[in-house]
């Protein structure tokens, strides 16, 4: 596995791993992550990576990309919240991370993580995220890199007739690396 940054060629490959999520959502799958009501379009995803890359690119934001044997299976964003890094949240990230099904549980996770974060540094002060509550594997990995919970929303997320809550975690990246980081 390779993990490197974000390359304009990764956009069918990510968005290829991100329409899968639908299904697995079709299927029943409990997927941690916050999806839209209906697949969004190919003109919505061509817009949204375009801006996204532009971010990366103009450094407000930073993805980690993993690739196996040539095809990218995953992602980490931290994205700046403040439109700029001079604006009073510019110095706050928030964390998002996609791992495509079949490469779950492998360490994929822990090397986008560990690569964005090293990305991360000296462009943000603090980053942020949320988690499902259910989503136990997810809140292990994020404690292992330093972060620590700092809120709990009940009914975050509404999938159809089911309800989840979240977990609100933090990290400040002023302190030292924590020495499990070597994983």
Known sequence: MLVRDLRWSDF??????????????EQGVPIGITLFRERPSLPDEVDWF???????????????????????VGNCMIDRVGA?????????????VLVDK?????GVGSALLRHALDRARGKFEVIRLAVFSVNDRAERLYRRFGFVRCGHIPRAIRRGGQY???????LLLDG????DWKV
């Open 50 to 72: 375009t801006r996204t890359f532009q971010r990366v690119l103009s450094g407000d934001a930073v993805m980690s990309v993993a690739e196996v044997d040539g095809r990218a």
């Open 164 to 170: 989840f809550d979240e977990e609100e975690m933090v």
């Open 12 to 25: 069918d490959e990510l968005r290829e791993v991100y329409y899968r999520l639908y299904d697995e959502r």
């Open 84 to 96: 700029l890094a001079t604006s009073e949240q510019g110095h706050i990230g928030v964390l998002g």
């Open 176 to 179: 030292p690396a924590p020495a």
């Open 102 to 106: 079949p490469y779950r549980g492998q």
